[in-house]
């Protein structure tokens, strides 16, 4: 530019920000008369029970196109009528409710067409103004069901969540909002619920009234193939497994199947001591094109996995823990739950600051549950730890610079989607590292106590009060520690701040506590070498975590690169695509035999990635082979790890 215009340039941005700043001294001097309040105009909730019963009805029969479609009917008062979708969900863990899937919606009173506006600084909240004379406001929408990450519904199956295909009203405790609610399924569909029906009319049931907190508490599972399946134990509540499939042959289970299911509620009620339920109903989907999911609710819980759970039993031991888990959380995290979770209603914001006792104990009770219950061996329950144990050994670096208690901020500040670099920021860990830390709990406590006492005395005192009653419990960090100190005395409050709420945690110590300690071998257990069959499943990986560093995708690309591993210096990014090794097309068995072949020598294993639309050549330099872990016995130490899973008689 010439030395003139320039000049001339200057001066005109100079006048610019002389007059941008006078136009500012203007607005503030306007801002004590003129302030904007950005604040969602919604009315607080009161406990106080909600005048009349919604009537809600929801048609999921069009399953060609994956439309359910809702009217709800809700006893109002002229004027203006706040309605709410579901935000914060229970066991979400983060405000997650999908709104931008609801559609269609319009509403109306006598017949007549009613405008709504959306708040403007709340999108869950829809505001209408009811007439005069009006005592009923009819409310239309579709909610259109997830096609990305499995479906929600297929010309097979389908799961209803209740939170999807509802509003609810504004200034009330969902407890005192009442229910009536209904549904219609496709002919021949049957399904299973915590629900019970009052009616049925052809395809449409009616159910008892509820809650509208009960009633988000309890999904439907529907579908052409559906088994039920008593999985009651003797002189306790009622207990259903409620199966949908792809085909029929998917529902077959064989007596040893059955009698390790129905060992499950027995071995839970005897860990817990009680039970808080008037029934329980498992529901689960054995699917490959619905989507896999696993949700807990006080009376039922939401499991989805692969067709060949039952088929394939022999092959597939990995995933068996997801009954034992969210069966757990009917104590752990539905009876009782942190109090920074016990919301009013499902718009208040939840604190997640006590999930690794929601979720990590109820991570540790799982897999302990599984191979009591015998869905697991012991074997395969050791294997399935040891597994754990190797992320936070090897493979979970982000604990350098991020304490156990700060993932329990994952979900709403990553809302649980993709991360470029895992095992460097972490994800959720609250679930395993809690894991690892309340097995340090279960062997501390029988350390303590010449092995009199353990965690099992601890579920008792914490979760089995109250036998029947499904009122909820919240719970504190203090309450923890002073059960904890109930069942043996120590310094609970350093052992759990040391672990928790400081970064580097001891997270191993456990393993050494209980008579066992973690080595790495050349060889992968039956159990990871049957993980690893099975990674057609998004849920599955290639696991090279622990030698080059990679967690590889069934299709080749990169899930996460071990944070300052061999394979991250080298330059290896997540996202790429693994296309050759060493000049030989990618499998994982042409990796797993490059990483062999260098062990103890000096020539680096090479890969040709394909990344950002082009091919580059990286040289890892790694030469300690292959490494899986395992546990072994600790010779004369007390073999504790095998008492915790024994079967309670």
Known sequence: MPLV??????????????????????????????????????LPPQDVAYPGQIQLKVDASDTRQGIFRVHESLPVQAGRVTLLY????????????PVAQLAGLSFSANGKPLPWKRDPYDVYAFHVDVPAGATTLEADFQYLSSRGGGFQMT???????????????????TRGIQVLPSVTLPAGWQFGSALRAASKDGASTTFNPVSYETLVDSPIYAGLHFKQVDLTPKGGAPVMLNIVADEPKDLEITPGQLAAHRALPVQATRLFGSHHYDHYDFLFSLSDELAGNGLEHHQSSENGLDRGYFTGWKDNPTDRDLLAHEFTHSWNGKFRRGADLSTPNFSEPMGDSLLWVYEGATQYWGF????RAGLWTPQQFRDALAMVAANYDRNRVGFQWRTLEDTTN????????ALPYRSWQMSEEYYSAGQMVWLQIDARLR???????SLDDFAKAFFGVDDGSDVVHPYTFQDVINTLDGVAHDDWAGFLKTRVQTVAPPLLDGIAASGWKLVYTDTPSEYEAQYNRAAQSPRHRYNFAWSIGLTMNPDGSINDVRWNGPAFKAGVSTGAKLVAVNGQEYSTETLAQAITAAKGGQT?????LQFQGGLRTVQVDYHDGLQYPHLVRVEGAPDYLSQIIQPRG
């Not at 579901?86 to 409710?97: K, N, T, V, Y």
Request: aromatic letters at 6%.
């Open 86 to 97: 579901p935000e914060w969900i229970p066991g979400a863990h983060s405000p997650s409710g």
């Open 447 to 453: 350390q303590l106590t010449g092995n009199r006492k």
């Open 604 to 608: 680096p294993i090479t890969l040709l």
């Open 155 to 173: 010309d097979r199956m389908l799961m209803l969540d209740w939170d999807q295909m509802s509003l609810y009203p504004a200034g009330y405790y």
């Open 5 to 42: 215009r320039r000049v001339a340039a200057s001066a005109s941005i100079l006048l610019r920000a002389r007059l941008a700043a006078a136009l500012g001294l203007a607005l503030l001097a306007g801002t004590a008369s003129a302030q904007i309040v950005r604040k969602a105009d919604i």
């Open 410 to 417: 994952d979900p709403t500040a990553a809302h649980r989607e």
């Open 368 to 371: 302990v549950l599984t191979a």
